[in-house]
């Protein structure tokens, strides 16, 4: 049974039924989305149960599906999962579900939001299962149109320029990416897609330019897609523009894409490139991620500041592949910071969408992002603050929460490497931190809210030296409003037209209290951080489902990353 | 006793509070509980789990004694051919520490029964100290370096929980986020000492790396280092130089709170590790010296800090910093008998001392501040509250409660032995730290203290002078601890042998204790230092009367405020940082933004030019496919119209050419032109896949 087909169309054979429906029965849509999501989670998870968990078993490639699609190109629909794409795959199912259930309050084109996001899941399904460059390609592409259109017609104020912004970035690293794969293809003999025979067939071994030729425009469209410094700057507008559901699957996914592709189809296929160029690999990660984290601590903005914490979140799975591209390093050591940067996709995806899930609450109740618009939370808001603290500690690497785990896998291997870059990765540690408690501390910690009509003038500059000393932190304001000296150089905006509020505001403006979170929303947010901790507590069974699919062809033999089964001994 | 039993044991102690947390956690979380319901099933709950904690550890200690060892274990996950696996060990060390540990949990939930009595979130409250005091259980029975960081940070994350557990008050935020912050910069080093120790031994086993380290197989520099970075967390943990700041104002949790953080969850964790790790640090002879001169230079200027404080709570605070200091020195000297005994006595009488201000705080009203200004000597109203603060301000000054000397007595030992030099300033630090806790027993219990709140209040509120109540269920665990200190005392003393010292050598992988043959000269020496302290106290606020017109002076106010770390920390640390930052968020902003920008615009020109030209030349074939292709889709799919016409109107009617470039961009026309190359790009890569299917 090909059952990694059937969960990959389900989602879009539901939007396709989605589309039928006729316009006055939003109620009709929601079941079915709920439903093709709900059924595509399934699949997903017998898939994953479905793999080898046997401890030291084999991890190549399994449900294999494979049939001719162009064969006068030498493409051909080859589905395949292992220990690293079933994670993943489990992840976008269950954040998609998740979204479908939040979403049920969406009023604004139902018919096609719920369209967009069923065959965005299609999409990035798609690519985690490809097996073929030019299938993956496809996919990569299907995965981005939706996501333009989200952003585009369910976003924000700016949301045109951010949806452009996003769509051109990716566009452009999906270029770079297509080169790459035709150079792929015409170098291996007889020509072909197929991703384990251009491993096996290694073209560009011992051919130092093209590898680096090839390096260069994977590395520009994963990077892109992950992102790392420089090339992040459409992240924090996407992600700020992108309506609650758009980011959750924007970070919870869509990013898993690049460092995804590094692991699947860089590191293997040009391992002599990616150890050639590892050092500046490591340095770019480096960069990300203490970039990432002091940039995010300084912004006022709730949303912008969980999207430039991704940028650091993301940055250690930058760092994991270039440990684990480095040839200097042990097997050992790079087989944990390779387990590390998968696990830290996996976390990543499930902290960072639950806490996208939760700005989201907080904006659909006072249509607002920014921090010093809110103040002691957890007082009005007690479980919805406990879940945020939950998230933020998950995020920031607390350990017994699945950051953690990830993170100190690809520090154990960075240090064995490199001791000075795990080290500098640490400060990004620190700085992290000190970002989210300060997070915690500005918006839910303090005084009841109270409503104090006094326009929203405080920027960051001025209200930063509150940080450690109580009393002079700024005056809280309930009221949100937008301080006009935040808009950033924004490309003035307002193009799709569209009703004023998607959503009903609920905040109780008098009372200056919001109101606890909602069962649909816990039901959206929980399993996530319930999976959070599960990973954190008995991460065995996935690392070694991972560990057994990163040792195993057509991964492991040519990334040199077989030999630690024979050898024993410490990493040294 | 048999092994299933001892890890069973072992098990219990470390899960039952926890389970306490996360059933609370779940009930008021996720099914909506609360109200006194939830109150009263959380308060009972924890003090059980208290109370079973106390009992498996008890008989533990007894079986420990006995001499059952144990080590046990299980893979936690194995990344490539490297196992890390979770352990629990019981050993000397370990178990003493569990002991006090769950002693003094026990006596602080009985206590907080009584004191948090009114507060509405009191289950929260429970739930926090089950989490505290499992996570602290879970450090000191761990026998894994990667369990015991996971257990540490957990103990960080419970003090953060409990030092903000007023969270609407506005000091409690800014001092939990600082507890938490400025001991995980420590944490860092940790980490990175952990992972390089496994590096160099491929196991996080503690007993592994230690033998590691005794049989050379790691040295020379990569071993200082080790040893540093280590040393860094529990520097951290245990507030010392440089990391002291968060200690004393961690006060901003309950004070029952403080009584657990300041003797045996938080801050002992430090130097726990440092005693735990001994052989590692002591192979290093930077490494120890780096630990001694830590621990003096926080023991001498937390005391004198302590004695300039306003507050009792403030002088506790600086008190614990002070003698966490000490035990590094004696740790530092190689005497882990002689700086974990005064771990353990210090966790008794500091909790002693913090449950006895938690009886004033809450006979006064929990409100206002801890000044000695309102006491004005409280003690007659309540005097079994004097009689434990009594005894253990003794026990802390250094004065024989029973036979049983100081508990710094064999630290001054070693002292002696080693370094004259470090055993002069030790005994400076005696001589304050007898006189800053006489200080604060006058100031708080006496007539002194009377006569000290009549002059400092002649324009302020009168002193306390209601009738006060002392409640048994408050002053009972305050004198069970009490009672603890000369039993346990006896136990250290070395006029008994010192069956203390044995008991913790015997489970260490070192030599033990250098011979201790002074014991009488240092008991001499530290009974003149207490006593030489509390009389100059005693005079100085009596006879001379010079208490009544202390000034603040610059060099006061300096003392007071801990040296001025605060003020560097805050003014220039944070501002350079935040500085940095925000130089990079406007590098973000204008320079990369912009770029990004400018790469933006270059494209969409680009595609304006194409665009000029597809309107000129192929304007009316592209109109006529487009229309019947979006046609088409619209009639088999109903796909909403106005998208259709949108993109429709983006190829078909666009842009009139008259307005610049950027107008353009802003009225989002590009944007109609883009929506319909995707849309098009979908059906073409839709009807690519069918096509290739069927061809």
């Not at chain 2, 000054?397 to 002696?416: E, M, W």
């Amino acid at each position: 049974m090909p059952l990694i087909s059937i969960t990959l169309f389900i989602p879009l054979l539901a939007g396709v039924l989605i589309l039928g429906v006729p316009k006055e029965r939003p109620d009709i849509m929601k079941v079915i989305a709920l439903v093709g999501s709900l059924l595509s989670l399934v699949g997903s998870v017998w898939l994953l149960l479905g793999l080898n968990w046997q401890r030291g078993g084999g991890g190549g490639l399994q449900w294999q599906e494979q049939t001719d699609w162009i064969p006068s190109l030498g493409a051909s629909y080859h589905l395949a999962i292992d220990g690293i794409s079933a994670p993943l795959i489990a992840l976008s199912a269950l954040l998609t579900v998740a979204v479908v259930i939040y979403s049920w309050q969406v009023k604004y084109r139902v018919k096609e939001y719920f369209f967009l996001f069923l065959l965005l899941e299609t999409g990035l399904l798609g690519v985690f299962a490809a097996q073929d460059l030019l299938l993956f390609y496809l996919f990569f592409e299907v995965s981005l149109v939706p996501m333009y259109f989200i952003i585009g017609v369910w976003g924000g104020e700016r949301r045109t320029y951010a949806a452009i912004k996003f769509f051109l970035y990716t566009r452009v690293g999906s270029l770079a990416m297509l080169l790459s794969f035709l150079a792929l293809y015409l170098t291996t003999n007889p020509h072909t897609f197929d991703l384990p025979t251009i491993i096996k067939a290694q073209p560009f071994a011992g051919n130092y330019w093209g590898g680096t030729l090839v390096l260069l425009g994977l590395f520009l469209g994963f990077a892109i897609k992950l992102p790392a410094f420089p090339l992040h700057s459409w992240l924090p507008d996407a992600h700020v523009e992108a309506p609650t559901g758009g980011s959750v699957i924007l970070a919870g996914a869509l990013l898993k894409l690049g460092g995804y592709g590094f692991i699947r189809i860089g590191l293997p296929t040009i391992p002599q490139a990616f150890n050639d160029w590892a050092i500046v690999i490591i340095i770019i990660a480096l960069i990300s991620i203490i970039y990432g984290a002091g940039v995010a601590l300084v912004q006022p903005d709730f949303k912008k500041l969980v999207a430039f914490s991704s940028i650091n979140h993301m940055g250690y799975v930058l760092l994991g592949v270039g440990i684990g591209g480095s040839q200097t390093a042990s097997a050992a050591a790079r087989l944990a910071a390779l387990n590390g940067a998968v696990l830290q996709m996996v976390s990543h995806g499930l902290i960072t969408g639950a806490l996208f899930f939760l700005v989201g609450f907080l904006y659909d109740r006072t249509h607002s992002h920014l921090i010093a618009d809110y103040k002691g939370l957890w007082n009005s808001m007690p479980i919805y603050s406990g879940l945020t603290a939950l998230a933020f500690f998950g995020s920031l690497g607390l350990p017994a929460l699945s950051g953690f785990v990830a993170e100190f896998q690809v520090f154990l291997g960075t240090l064995a490497v490199y001791p000075w870059a795990a080290a500098l990765a640490l400060i990004g540690v620190i700085v992290t931190t000190a970002m989210f408690l300060w997070t915690l501390q500005r918006m839910f910690l303090g005084g009841p809210t109270t409503q104090v009509d006094m326009p929203s003038q405080a920027g960051f500059e001025d209200s930063w030296d509150g940080m450690f000393e109580p009393g002079s932190a700024p005056a809280p304001r309930i009221i949100p409003q937008r301080s006009p000296n935040l808009a950033d150089i924004a490309p003035p905006t307002l193009t799709l037209e569209r009703p004023q509020a998607d959503t009903t505001a609920q905040t109780d403006k008098n009372s200056g209290s919001l109101p606890e979170i909602k069962r649909r929303e816990l039901i959206a947010v929980v399993p996530l951080l319930i999976l959070t901790v599960l990973i954190g507590i008995i991460p065995g069974a996935l690392i070694g489902l991972i560990n057994a699919a990163l040792t195993t062809a057509p991964l492991g033999p040519l990334a040199g990353l077989v030999f630690i089964i024979v050898k024993a001994g410490g990493l040294h | 006793m048999s092994d299933w039993l001892t890890i069973s044991l072992i098990l219990i102690s470390i899960f039952a509070p926890l389970l306490v947390f996360v059933s609370v956690g779940l009930l008021a979380g996720l099914f909506g509980w609360q109200g006194v319901a939830l109150k009263r099933l959380a308060a009972r709950a924890a003090i059980s789990a208290a109370a079973i904690a106390a009992l498996c550890t008890s008989l533990l200690l007894i079986a420990t004694i006995a001499g059952t060892r144990i080590l046990a274990g299980y893979t936690w996950a194995v990344v490539g051919n490297q196992t890390i696996e979770f352990s629990v060990r019981l050993d000397p060390l370990g178990a003493t520490l569990a002991a006090l540990v769950a002693t003094v949990t026990l006596a602080v939930m009985v206590f907080s029964l009584g004191y948090m009595e009114e507060e509405k979130r009191q289950a929260r409250y429970f739930a926090y100290l089950g989490l505290f005091s499992g996570a602290m259980l879970l450090l000191v029975w761990s026998g894994s370096l990667l369990l015991l960081y996971l257990a540490w940070e957990g103990v960080g994350l419970a003090s953060f929980l409990l030092i903000g557990f007023y969270w609407e008050r506005p000091a409690a935020g800014p001092a939990a986020t600082k507890a938490f912050l400025i001991t995980r910069i420590g944490d860092v080093g940790l980490l990175l000492a952990i992972l390089a120790l496994f590096f160099q031994t491929g196991s996080f086993d503690i007993a592994t790396n230690l033998q590691a380290v005794t049989g050379g197989q790691i040295s020379g520099t990569g071993l200082t280092l080790i040893a540093l970075l280590l040393f860094m967390g529990a520097a951290g943990k245990s507030a010392q130089v440089p990391f002291q700041v968060w200690l004393p104002d961690a006060m901003a949790g309950p004070t029952p709170v403080s009584a657990l953080i300041h003797s045996a969850t938080m801050v002992a964790a430090g130097v726990y590790l440092v005693a735990r790790m001994l052989p590692l640090i002591l192979a290093s002879g930077v490494a120890a010296g780096v630990v001694i001169t830590i621990g003096l230079v926080s023991t001498l200027m937390a005391s004198a800090a302590a004695l300039a404080q306003p507050e009792l709570k403030q002088v506790l605070a600086y008190s614990t910093i002070s003698q966490l200091g000490e035990m590094l020195v004696g740790l530092g000297m190689g005497g882990l008998a002689a700086g974990t005994f005064h771990l353990v006595m210090q966790g008794l009488f500091k909790a002693s001392l913090f449950l006895a201000a938690g009886v004033l705080a809450h006979a006064l009203g929990t409100g206002g501040p801890f000044e000695f200004a309102r006491y004005g000597g409280v003690g007659k109203h309540l005097p079994r509250t004097r009689f434990g603060f009594a005894v253990a301000a003794l026990a802390l000054a250094g004065v024989p409660v029973t036979l049983a000397p100081g508990s710094r007595d064999s630290i001054l030992d070693l002292a002696l032995a080693e370094q004259p030099l470090i055993a002069v300033l030790l005994l400076v630090a005696d001589v304050v730290t007898a006189a800053y806790i006489a200080r604060a027993f006058l100031l708080t219990f006496t007539s002194v203290g009377t006569r000290f709140a009549a002059s400092l209040n002649r324009n302020g509120q009168p002193p306390v002078s209601a009738p006060l109540e002392e409640r048994p269920l408050m002053t009972t665990p305050l004198l069970a601890l009490v009672v603890l200190l000369p039993i346990v005392g006896l136990v250290g003393s070395p006029w008994f042998g010192a069956p203390f010292n044995s008991f913790i050598g015997s489970g260490a992988n070192l030599p033990l204790s250098p011979a201790e043959n002074n014991a009488f000269l240092s008991f001499i020496f530290s009974f003149s230092a207490a006593l030489i302290g509390i009389a100059t106290i005693y005079l100085y606020y009596t006879r001379f009367n010079l208490g009544q017109n202390a000034k603040q002076t610059l060099l006061r106010q300096w003392v007071v405020s801990g040296f001025g770390f605060n003020w560097f920390y805050n003014r220039v640390l944070v501002t350079m940082v935040v500085g940095l930052l925000l130089m990079l968020n406007w590098f973000e902003r204008k320079f990369l933004n912009r770029v990004a920008d400018l790469m933006v615009r270059a494209v969409l020109s680009g595609a304006h030019t194409f665009q000029l030209f597809e309107n000129k030349g192929l304007d009316a074939g592209a109109d006529q496919l487009t229309n019947l292709t979006l046609r088409l889709a619209r009639r088999q799919n109903q796909f909403d119209a106005q998208v259709i016409d949108r993109a429709v109107s983006g190829v078909g009617y666009e842009i009139k050419l008259s307005s610049g470039l950027l107008a353009r961009l802003q009225t989002g026309q590009v944007g109609n032109y883009l929506f319909a190359i995707f849309v098009w790009g979908l059906v073409a890569l839709l009807v690519g896949l069918v096509l290739g299917f069927l061809g």
